[in-house]
C-alpha cells in the first residue's frame, strides 16, 4: 500500500508555479535566467567565504555577540549581507505578501508558543498528493526544483573560504564544475529574513542528509553567530515537499518553545557531545549539544539522520544557539493523517507540522484558528506528530547503535579502541536501562562493529 496525503504545497520560489509561461528573453538562454546550462554561462553572483570554525567556545550574554576559538570579533557580515539581499528582493517586489504584515503574537501560558497569522502563504494553490511513505525518493529532473529558479531568487554562494578568511566577492562567477551551494529566497516567507540554504544546487542532490550538508548548515549557523537565526530541516514524509536538498532558515526574535524545554541528559558520546531527551515538550525528541569540536556534533546529528532516513522514519531537524544546539525530532503526524488517523479538527486547521511548527511556531491560515490559538492547541496538535514513548524509544535505540557503530568503523587507532568499547558498553547500559530492557536486541550492533575491526 502507497501512503499520500493531500495537502496545498508551499510555493518557495517564483518559478514554481510551471504554468509554461515562457517569461520575457533576457539575453539568451531560456529566458528565466536560471541555474541550468541555458544560462549559467557567464553568469555571476554574490560569494561569501565563510572561514571554517572549529568551535564556538564561549558565548558572550546578548544576542549575536559570541567568540570564536581564535579570539576573532564577531563577524556581523553574514546577518547583514543576508538581509541586505533579502531587503531588495522585497523592493524588487519578489515575495507573494507582505510578511511583515502578518499578525504574530505569543500565547499565553507556560511554554510561549508563537501564533502567526499567515493567510497568504496558501492562496492560489490547489490541493497536491504528496507520498509520505518513503523518506528517500529518487531526484526527479521533471519535477520543480532549485535550478529552476531564477537567479534573481539567489541572495549568494556560500562556500568554506580557501584561505581560511572571511572573504566576499560581489561578482563571482558561477563555477558548473564546482556545483557551489547557494542561498536563496522563499518567496513564502514565515519570518523576517526566510531564506533556503541549497547544498550543492548544481549536483541535484535528493531531499537527504549527508555528512558534508549538515556540516555546511552548522557553518551557516555558526557564521551568522546571531542566536535568532535558525536553519530547519524537513525530511519527505515530514512536510518537505521538493526533492531537492535544501535547509530553511529565517530569524525569530523570541526563543522558541522547544530551546527553552527541559531535557534529560542520556549520554556523552566520545566525540563529547551531549546527547539528551526532551521533556515536558509536546514532541518527543533528542537534543545534541557540545562536542570537542563542531564537526563532533554534526557528525552525530547527521549520523543519526541517516540511520533515521534509512530505516523509513521521517524526521525534521532544528540548528539552533548558532550551531550549538540541534534538536532531532522523529514524526509520524503524516503517516497517521494518510492513515486517517488525525481528528477531522486538527485536519481543519491544515497546519502542516514542520520544523518551525514543531519547534513552537505555529503558522496558521485561519483568522479563527488565530483567534483562539492556545497552549492547549498548540500541545494537542503537537501532541499527534510526536512518535508514542515505546515507539520512541525504539528508534532511539535504533540511533544510539548507528552513532556507536559509525564512530567505531571511523576510530582506527587500536589504542583508543578499548576506551571506545569501554564508552560504547556504558552507552548501551544506558541505552537498555531507558529501554526497561525490553529493546535490548536493537542496541547489540557494537558486537558486529568489533568484528570489523
Ligand atoms: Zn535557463
Redesign the pocket.
Given at each position: 500500500m502507497m501512503l499520500r496525503i493531500k495537502r496545498v504545497p508551499t510555493v518557495v520560489s517564483n518559478y514554481q508555479k510551471e504554468d509554461g509561461n515562457e517569461g520575457s528573453r533576457r539575453g539568451g538562454?531560456?529566458?528565466?535566467?536560471?541555474?541550468?546550462?541555458?544560462?549559467?554561462q557567464d553568469a555571476c553572483l554574490p560569494l561569501y567565504a565563510f572561514k571554517k570554525v572549529d568551535s564556538i567556545v564561549s558565548k558572550k550574554k546578548g544576542v549575536g555577540v559570541f567568540e570564536y576559538d581564535k579570539g576573532e570579533p564577531p563577524v556581523a557580515f553574514l546577518d547583514s549581507l543576508l538581509l541586505g539581499e533579502w531587503e531588495d528582493r522585497v523592493q524588487r517586489g519578489l515575495f507573494r505578501y507582505d510578511v511583515t504584515a502578518c499578525e504574530t503574537k505569543v500565547i499565553p501560558g507556560q511554554h510561549g508558543f508563537i501564533a502567526q497569522l499567515n493567510e497568504g502563504r496558501h492562496l492560489k494553490k490547489r490541493p497536491t498528493e504528496f507520498r509520505v511513505d518513503k523518506v528517500l525518493q529518487p531526484f526527479d529532473g521533471n519535477k520543480f526544483n532549485f535550478t529552476?529558479v531564477g537567479q534573481e531568487e539567489v541572495l549568494f554562494q556560500f562556500g568554506a573560504s580557501e584561505d581560511g578568511e572571511v572573504q566576499f566577492f560581489p561578482d563571482a562567477p558561477i563555477d558548473p564544475e564546482n556545483s557551489p551551494s547557494m542561498v536563496a529566497i522563499n518567496v513564502s516567507p514565515i519570518e523576517y529574513g526566510h531564506v533556503l540554504l541549497i547544498p550543492r544546487v548544481l549536483d541535484c542532490l535528493p531531499q537527504r542528509i549527508d555528512r558534508d550538508s549538515f556540516m555546511l548548515a552548522i557553518y551557516m549557523a555558526a557564521e551568522a553567530g546571531n542566536p535568532y537565526f535558525r536553519l530547519g530541516y524537513n525530511s519527505l514524509g515530514a512536510f518537505a515537499t521538493i526533492n531537492h536538498l535544501h535547509f530553511q532558515a529565517y530569524y525569530l526574535a523570541v526563543p522558541f518553545p522547544i530551546e527553552k524545554a527541559p531535557t534529560k541528559e542520556i549520554t556523552t558520546s566520545d566525540g563529547g557531545v551531549k546527547i539528551s531527551e526532551l521533556v515536558n515538550y509536546p514532541v518527543r525528541g533528542l537534543v545534541f549539544e557540545g562536542g570537542n569540536a563542531l564537526l563532533d556534533l554534526s557528525n552525530g546529528v547527521s549520523d543519526a539522520c541517516i540511520c533515521l532516513q534509512e530505516n523509513n522514519i521521517p524526521y525534521n531537524v532544528l540548528i539552533a544557539d548558532c550551531g550549538n544546539r540541534i534538536f532531532l525530532l522523529p514524526q509520524c503526524y503524516a503517516e497517521k493523517q494518510a492513515l486517517g488517523e488525525v481528528s477531522p479538527e486538527l485536519l481543519d486547521t491544515q497546519v502542516n507540522p514542520a520544523v518551525w511548527e514543531i519547534s513552537g511556531h505555529m503558522v496558521l491560515k485561519r483568522k479563527k484558528d488565530y483567534e483562539e490559538a492556545s497552549e492547549e492547541n498548540a500541545w494537542r496538535l503537537l501532541a499527534e506528530v510526536s512518535l508514542s514513548e515505546e515507539r520512541f524509544q525504539e528508534v532511539t535505540a535504533l540511533i544510539f547503535e548507528a552513532i556507536s557503530y559509525r564512530s567505531c568503523v571511523i576510530g582506527t587507532d587500536s589504542e583508543n579502541l578499548l576506551e571506545d568499547v569501554n564508552v560504547e558498553h556504558q552507552l548501551v547500559e544506558e541505552v537498555n536501562a531507558i529501554n526497561e530492557s525490553s529493546h535490548q536486541a536493537m542496541v547489540t550492533g557494537n558486537q558486529d562493529c568489533l568484528v570489523l575491526h
Open positions: 538562454g531560456c529566458g528565466r535566467n536560471c541555474l541550468q546550462n541555458c544560462c549559467l529552476k
